[in-house]
């Protein structure tokens, strides 16, 4: 293995084949509830979880930011990667450019399960170091989801619970929608940017409105800086900012529909991001 390096080791081990549970959603940590305010969201495909973690900066403010992490899977129940930060344009901008989206490394992480549910959330920036353990957010039924045949599988499907962006695949690279699918109601997690270019993420929980249809309120939040121990949800305060309506006309095409602060109302057509195999699909 000398002289192979820590990329080329990843992606040896991203290639080897494991038996391993999926664990496509949304987690928070565990207890559930003891820390409401934040999460990550993983979207679990073969073998690489692309993960979306939503919290809060540094003070003044405790503004809300995010970070993503591509981690593979180093044995049956480890997933390891580095953080990432980005920055781009405003969710304001047409069109949306992705060669304004600028990438750096901040930091790694690795998620450690100790079975389909539960597991430790660890990660190092800056010489920062945390570990928490962590739980899936149930909100409704959970879905069960694993590796699908075919992109016609994806097309079929009538849960919509994975990672969204913006159609056709790779035209606006550098935000996304998560979208949690439970029963009737879709909790979503929006990671774009402000009009200063900084990491901005909003949610809304929509409910089914019609067939193919789900809207509900977005919310923009501000709470405790990530690092903070303990972390108190006391402090994280809501402030709604706009609508958000999700309209299916498949399970693999969308629009996302959206007014922000009444100034931004914009339309997108958004579609699964596929990284490995035909995707995920949950039902």
């Known amino acids: 293995m000398k002289g192979i390096g820590v990329a080329g080791l990843l992606l040896i081990l991203a290639g080897t084949s494991y038996a391993s549970n ?11 509830n003891s820390e409401a305010g934040w999460g990550i969201n993983f979207a679990h495909q ?3 979880i692309f ?8 003070p003044p403010g405790g503004q809300n930011t995010w970070l993503v992490m591509t981690a593979v899977q180093t044995t049956p129940n480890t997933y390891y990667g580095t953080l990432y930060s980005t920055k781009g344009p405003p969710l304001s901008a047409v069109p949306f450019n992705p060669a304004d989206v600028t990438v750096t490394a901040v930091g ?13 959330f660890s990660y190092n920036i800056g010489g920062l170091v945390r570990n928490k ?29 994975d990672l969204w962006w913006a159609a056709p695949p790779g035209s606006e690279s550098g935000w996304g929608i998560n979208l949690n699918h439970e029963g009737d109601t879709i909790f979503a997690t929006w990671f774009t940017y ?24 977005l919310y923009r939040t501000t709470g405790p800086p990530f690092f903070s121990v303990p972390f108190n949800p006391a402090e994280v305060v809501p402030t709604a900012v706009g609508m958000a309506t999700f ?7 969308a629009t996302f529909a959206y007014t922000v ?4 109302q914009q339309q997108k057509k958004i579609t699964r991001e596929v990284f490995s195999g035909a995707g995920t699909v949950c039902q």
Do not use: H
């Open 194 to 217: 402000g009009e200063g270019g900084g990491p901005m993420w909003l949610v809304v929980t929509a409910v089914k409105t019609g067939v193919g249809v789900y809207t509900g309120t």
């Open 133 to 161: 353990a962590i739980t899936r957010e149930v909100f409704g039924p959970l879905p069960s989801c694993a590796p699908a045949a075919s992109s016609a599988s994806l097309t079929a499907a009538t849960n919509y619970q």
């Open 46 to 48: 073969g073998n690489t």
């Open 108 to 120: 790694n992480g690795t998620l450690t399960f100790s079975d389909a549910n539960n597991g430790i």
């Open 247 to 253: 309209t299916f006309a498949d399970g693999n095409d």
């Open 22 to 32: 999926n664990y496509q959603g949304v987690w928070w940590v565990a207890p559930a």
């Open 261 to 264: 602060n009444g100034l931004v």
């Open 51 to 58: 993960a979306t973690w939503f919290s809060y900066d540094l």
